[in-house]
T-cell receptor, first 113, second 113 residues
């Protein structure tokens, strides 16, 4: 039973490029969450999605960031025109309906040069 | 405004002794609390959780205590083992299941052989 999968594990981008982070939830899970962890900080909520719906995006920066969870395929977190301050570890988590335990993927470490 | 606080950045204990990790919260709407363990370069791993209707939950060597009046929870690990050495995050959610988590900054636990 595969856990939450994220790819790539490491991503290097130059300022101004686009970053695409992918997340496949655990089998049977329909709720996906994205979190960001800056150095020496805890994880900060970004967005909560269900299939084809954004439920809560209160933690997403207003510009350059977007997320989707299509009917088929993984959830995507997209960062346009990356800046150095976007360098962080981005974690995806999933949960089943009616449960509060979220299970995390290994994360994508984004480095912006 | 940090709603979940872990005031001890680090804790060191001897193998076989008890480890006590503490967490305080300020948001009265939080009704579900979780502890995660995290190794470097990995995603957080769910350990144990507690609902606000309980004051204690136990799972093997791990016990979580919740004091709602003090807005305080603690994680007890007994006996501590070297493999428990990791960063421990306290997290909280409001509004029942399937909702975003608010994390503390973490406590680095070191268990010395």
């Amino acid at each position: 039973n595969a856990g939450v999968m994220q790819n790539p594990r490491h991503l290097v981008r130059r300022r101004g490029q686009e970053a695409r982070l992918r997340c496949s939830p655990m089998k049977g899970h329909s709720h996906v969450y994205w979190y960001r962890q800056l150095p020496e900080e805890g994880l900060k909520f970004m967005v909560y999605l269900q299939k084809e719906n954004i439920i809560d995006e209160s933690g997403m920066p207003k510009e350059r960031f977007s997320a989707e969870f299509p009917k088929e395929g993984p959830s995507i977190l997209r960062i346009q025109q990356v800046v150095r301050g976007d360098s962080a570890a981005y974690f995806c988590a999933s949960s089943g309906t009616g449960t509060s335990e979220q299970f995390f993927g290994p994360g994508t470490r984004l480095t912006v040069l | 405004d940090q709603q979940v606080k872990q005031n001890s950045p680090s804790l060191s204990v001897q193998e076989g002794r008890i480890s006590i990790l503490n967490c305080d919260y300020t948001n009265s709407m939080f009704d579900y609390f979780l502890w995660y363990k995290k190794y470097p370069a990995e995603g957080p791993t769910f350990l144990i959780s507690i609902s606000s209707i309980k004051d204690k939950n136990e799972d093997g060597r791990f016990t979580v205590f919740l004091n709602k009046s003090a807005k305080h929870l603690s994680l007890h690990i007994v006996p501590s083992q070297p493999g428990d050495s990791a960063v421990y995050f306290c997290a909280a959610s409001a509004g029942g299941s399937n909702y975003k988590l608010t994390f503390g900054k973490g406590t680095l636990l070191t268990v010395n052989p």
